[in-house]
């Protein structure tokens, strides 16, 4: 059973950046064929893929977000993170880690909330 847990600061300024880490367990980020995924909740909203890390290291984003988005690995620790740069408070939300096999999201992280206040 493939486990997610995400892991950052829970509070971050405007125009700072936003840095969250995903720590894998019962699988590995290099399984061929599976996708690791960021995605969040803003408060009263409903859930956004912001992008992906798949299983070779290809990296893949959402359109409204690739410019300000980074997601990378360490295969030596099992953990992907995720980067949003120049925060605002529209960026505030509960954010999700999340992976399966093909494109599915059968597995998510309990969710770190994230708020972006001065």
């Known amino acids: 059973q493939v486990q997610l847990q995400e892991s950052g600061p829970g509070l971050v300024k405007p125009s700072q950046m936003l840095s969250l880490t995903c720590t894998v367990s019962g699988g590995s980020i290099t399984t061929s064929y599976y996708a690791w995924s960021w995605i969040r909740q803003p408060p009263g909203k409903g859930l956004e893929w912001m992008g992906a890390?798949?299983?070779?290291?290809?990296?893949y984003y959402s359109p409204s977000l690739k410019s300000r988005t980074s997601i990378s690995r360490d295969t030596s620790k099992n953990q992907f993170s995720l980067q949003l740069s120049s925060v605002t408070p529209e960026d505030t939300a509960v954010y999700y880690c999340?992976?399966?096999?093909?494109?599915?999201?059968?597995?998510w992280g309990q969710g770190t909330q994230v708020t972006v206040s001065s």
């Open positions: 999340a992976t399966g096999d093909g494109g599915a999201l059968n597995y």
């Open positions: 890390i798949a299983y070779d290291g290809s990296t």
